[in-house]
């Protein structure tokens, strides 16, 4: 079988979050002596693509509304990756330092009229084409409804949703920019009075995933506005949790962390990158090290950290240091609260790929108090890592951590994302980190949980036999 990835983005070629760590290592984990995997996605200006060389293997115009577009699909020249990638190299649109920006409307319809375009031209089409959020959201749609995309009706397709948050909504008025097709069928790519891609390719895909079950089942309830065609949908609907490369993310093999271990070693191991991040951020090696890393964004709680950070740091024992970037304001504050608490709290504000596996190595606590977490990668890596993750269970979060007082479990876990609840299950790791044999053993525990991607990759097989 051969399963192609349309994505936005894809580890390490292009990161912003956790939908490139899924691109990037499902595809490796699909491949077999039956099946090939390989991505398309676009050709950006940024780390990988200025220091890899890459061929040109096809060119042509892509039509955008009035506009022909030069493009070309470009291979890495050498092969760096476990699996083939494929560019979509449009020079005027695509090229940009960023991923996401003010025009994407544009950008990625350009990007996915030339993906298909291009997939015209093989001699073999593909058995699955597998759609990644609203970025590829059109492609159902033009596979289905196209005339120019005629010779793809039978390809099953697949969409899985990251973030319902985002649905990459545009005006009906730049409804010319889709290639022509039946306009009897238009109400496909209409939701509320808009296009709406993401709610276009859950009415066309042949079947729709989440990221993971619970997060399914929550959207049914709360999905920024799809709430009742998800539910009306549910039939082709289903959740399968994302797993992690169990390759990159390996404290015996990581080659950006500062003291490789294991589940032997993990106590020197451990201490080792604490170390690190506490001679190089002013931190208190003896007192426990709560750390979070990611968007600081509403669905992440970060709006809340300033006044949970104060009050924990207040009332207890304890260090906090932080890594990530997003609103302004909330960058703002965690930048002042510095000067309060030196010593025991720091941030370090922006994005930064080595210091984030430091962080899961030597961090002891991991806090994720998302409103929203459709899957979550961030609490499997701090398990890999043995650092105890402090979640809202909600989403992958509920799907993938047990509160330490239920049977086998080994996590902490809230179930509202207030200050209080928050202050609360920090001091309830602060307690933990008291009880060393506790803790230790805890530890031991979750670096032995597997999430690594075979249970879900063999999930995604059994669906794509089932729709095909
Ligand atoms: P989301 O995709 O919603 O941001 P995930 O938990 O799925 O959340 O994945 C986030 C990914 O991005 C993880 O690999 C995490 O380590 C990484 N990440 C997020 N923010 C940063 C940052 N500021 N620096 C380095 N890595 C980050
Ligand atoms: C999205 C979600 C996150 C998920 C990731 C990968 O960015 O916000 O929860 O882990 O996609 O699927």
Redo the contacts with the bound molecule.
Sequence with gaps: MTIIHISAECYPVAKV???A??VGALPKYQKSSEDNSQVIMPFYDNKFTKENAFTTVYSNNVTLGNNLIGFNVLTLTEKPLDFDVFFIDIPDLLFREYVYSSDDTERFLAFQIAALDWLLTWDNYPDIIHCHDHHTGLIPFMLQESYKYEAFRKIPNIVTI??AQYQGWFSHLKVGLIPPFNFDHVGLLDWGGTINPLASAIKCAWHVTT?SPSYMEELKLAANGLESLLSAESDKCSGIL?GIDTDVWNPETDYYIEANYNIKTVKAGAEANKKFLCDTFNLDFEKPLFAFIGRLVG?KGSDLFPEVFKEALDNNNLNILLLGSGNDFVEQQLETLKKDYIGTYNAFIGYDEKLSHIIYAGADFLLMPSRV?????NQMYALRYGTIPIVRSI??LKDTVTDISEENGFGICHNNVTISEITNAINRGVTLYKNQKKYKKTRNTIMEIDHSWHVSAAEYKNLYKSIN
Aim: with cysteine; charged share 20%.
């Design positions: 979050g956790g939908l760590d899924v990251h973030n990221v994302n669905e977490e459709p899957c979550g990668l989403g992958g």
